[in-house]
C-alpha cells in the first residue's frame, strides 16, 4: 500500500457538504481505477489530512461507498476495494420501482423490446451450455404443479435466455425489475396457465437450437403480447 491516494496531493474540500463532496472525491478513485479490486485504502487520518476534513467525515463516507457496493469495511481492518459487482445498484433500483407507482402494464411497456432483442441475439450466440439450461428450464415448467414453482421455472427461462444473449446488462435489467416481474407471472401464469407459457417456451427454444434469430424474436413478441392479455383480464376480473 502506498503513502498516499496519488503522487499527487489531493486539493483540501471546501466546507460545505464536507460527506458528500469527500464520498464523491474517494468514489472517483475506484471508479477511475486508481484503486483495484482487492486494494486498501489510506487510513482515515491520511485521507482526512489530504482531503483537509475530519476523520468523522471520511468514516461517513466510507459507509456510503459500502452501501454503493464500492467496499467492503471490516473490523480491525483498512476499507477494501471491492470487484464491480451490481447487486447494490440492483438492490437501490429496485426498491425505488417498488416504492413507485407504476403497473404492470407499464412494466410490459419496458419489458417487451427488451425480451425480443434478448430472443433474437440468443438465437444468434446461444452456445450448449446455454441451449441445456433453456431446455432443464422448459422441463421444470412442464413438472411444476404448484404457481409457485411454474412461476420460477418461467423466471429460469428468461434468465437463461438472458444469459445466452451475450451481454451481462441484460440479467442486470431483468433483475431490477425482478419483483415486478414476479407479479406479473404470478398473474399471467394463474389467469391462463402454465400450458400456454410452455408452448411458447418450446418454440422458442426450437427457434434459438436452429439459430433462426428472426422465428426467436417473433415467437417472443406473441408471448409478450399474450402476457399484456392476460395482465389486462386479470386486472379487469380484479375490479
Do not use: W
Amino acid at each position: 500500500m502506498s503513502d498516499s491516494l496519488t503522487a499527487k496531493p489531493l486539493k483540501p474540500l471546501a466546507a460545505r457538504s464536507l460527506v458528500k463532496e469527500a464520498t464523491a472525491s474517494l468514489r472517483h478513485y475506484v471508479l477511475d481505477g486508481q484503486l483495484k479490486p482487492g486494494d486498501e485504502f489510506p487510513s482515515q487520518g491520511r485521507l482526512g489530512a489530504e482531503l483537509g476534513v475530519s476523520r468523522s467525515v471520511i468514516r461517513e463516507a466510507m459507509k456510503t461507498l459500502q452501501t454503493q457496493g464500492l467496499i467492503e469495511i471490516s473490523q480491525g481492518r483498512l476499507p477494501r476495494v471491492l470487484p464491480a459487482e451490481p447487486t447494490a445498484v440492483v438492490d437501490t433500483l429496485g426498491m425505488l420501482i417498488r416504492r413507485s407507482d407504476i403497473s404492470l402494464l407499464q412494466l410490459m411497456e419496458i419489458r417487451r423490446p427488451l425480451e425480443l432483442e434478448i430472443a433474437e441475439l440468443a438465437a444468434r450466440r446461444a452456445e450448449p451450455k446455454h441451449i441445456t439450461e433453456l431446455r432443464d428450464s422448459v422441463d421444470a415448467l412442464r413438472d411444476a404443479d404448484d404457481l409457485e414453482a411454474q412461476v420460477s421455472a418461467d423466471v429460469r427461462f428468461h434468465k437463461a435466455l438472458a444469459d445466452a444473449g451475450g451481454n451481462p446488462l441484460f440479467g442486470i435489467v431483468l433483475d431490477v425489475l425482478a419483483q415486478l416481474l414476479h407479479e406479473s407471472r404470478r398473474r399471467t401464469i394463474a389467469q391462463s396457465g402454465k400450458k400456454l407459457a410452455l408452448s411458447y417456451h418450446r418454440r422458442i427454444l426450437s427457434a434459438v437450437e436452429e439459430g433462426d434469430a428472426a422465428k426467436a424474436r417473433d415467437l417472443m413478441a406473441r408471448h409478450m403480447d399474450q402476457t399484456c392479455k392476460d395482465i389486462e383480464q386479470s386486472q379487469f376480473q380484479r375490479n
